[in-house]
């Protein structure tokens, strides 16, 4: 059986593939084979990529046909047909998912599976904002680029339904099983995505092979955007450098500081009623996709534009400000 993990981004994708690629021996003794195809960096065969990224980049960057990782896929399939085998990329969630069927052409429709986790709308939402505003990547921030975001969701609702992408991925994938799974640490085995990402594909965590599970503490938004003028100004790796080092300000550790209430309680509606024929066929034993959120009474105060959230953003620049100095 290969497992095909699509993502989607920002559901501890890159946390199962670094388990995986650093356990390789442990967990080929319970029968898992992460495949190499597709991860061979370009540079030299020797180094293995983290994810299955290189396929993404191929298909996103040119227009060549997919035989080269067709051919290398099915042959290592092969080699290791008697085990369960794992192919991953975030970056697939969102590429021509056409053209990334072509490479496991070879590979029977009823060997496959194809699984995604799915995050909650506004959390989602959430993650991809600070991720965008660390890297530097936003060409507004806050209100303007909240705004324009939710305007494109409301006009064009399956780019972002689940629905949307199941029947997508059943156009290219013809016969494929799909197995979407929900990411909610709370209801995880273990809360933990490689504990729970395993269990679901029928692997036993290794022996020897302890998953580390850090707090994982959501950075916040005025922290994403200081961060970000490091990247526009020093680079992303500088950035991701700071980025390491924990800062005990709390003004760096916030979650639900991106969308105001309304707007993610409209955000989470909207979308949810896109996806009940979704919900209903997955997940028909949940009374809906996901569980309502439970803002405390600080969160359901804030707001974006206010002095308070200017002066937070100065804070957090200062801090990081005082951290890129000293590096």
Not at 127 to 138: F, H, I, T
Not at 209 to 227: C, H, I, K, T, Y
Not at 233 to 255: E, F, T
Request: aromatic share 10%; proline share 5%.
């Amino acid at each position: 059986m290969l497992w095909l993990h699509i993502g989607m981004p920002k559901t501890g994708t890159t946390a199962l593939q670094s388990y995986v690629r650093r356990n390789k021996a442990q967990l080929a003794d319970v029968g898992l084979h992460y495949m190499e195809a597709g991860r061979r960096r370009a540079e030299g065969s020797d180094r293995l990529a983290i994810s299955h990224n290189p396929i993404a980049f191929y298909i996103n960057q040119s227009n060549k046909p997919m035989d080269p990782f067709r051919e290398l896929m099915a042959t290592e399939y092969q080699m290791h047909g008697d085990h369960t085998c794992l192919v991953s990329s975030e970056m697939f969630y969102s590429c021509d998912l056409t053209r990334l069927a072509q490479a496991f052409a070879e590979i029977p429709a009823r060997e496959m599976r194809i699984t995604f986790y799915c995050r909650r709308y506004s959390d989602f939402f959430e993650a991809d904002y600070k991720q965008r505003a660390k890297n530097g990547r936003l060409a507004t921030i806050g209100s303007a680029f909240v705004r324009d975001r939710l305007a494109t969701i409301k006009a064009n609702p399956d780019s972002f339904s689940f629905s949307a992408k199941a029947q997508q991925i059943r156009q290219a994938f013809p016969g494929v099983e799909i197995v979407p799974m929900l990411y909610n640490r709370a209801q995880m085995v273990q809360g933990h995505v490689v504990d729970d990402f395993l269990s679901r594909i029928g692997v036993a965590l290794p022996d020897g092979g302890a998953v580390d599970r850090p707090s994982n503490l959501s950075q916040s938004r005025a922290a994403s955007e200081a961060f970000g003028i490091v990247s526009r100004a020093m680079g992303r790796k500088q950035s991701r450098q700071l980025r390491r080092q924990v800062a005990s300000d709390p003004v760096m550790i916030r979650r639900y500081d991106v969308l105001e209430p309304d707007e993610r309680a409209w955000l989470d509606q909207y979308l949810t009623t896109k996806d009940v024929a979704f919900q209903q066929e997955f997940f028909p034993d949940r009374p809906g996709l996901f569980d309502p959120v439970e803002l405390s009474e600080e969160d359901q105060k804030f707001r974006r534009d206010t002095p308070e959230e200017y002066e937070a953003l100065r804070r957090a620049s200062e801090i990081v400000f005082r951290m890129a100095l000293k590096a």
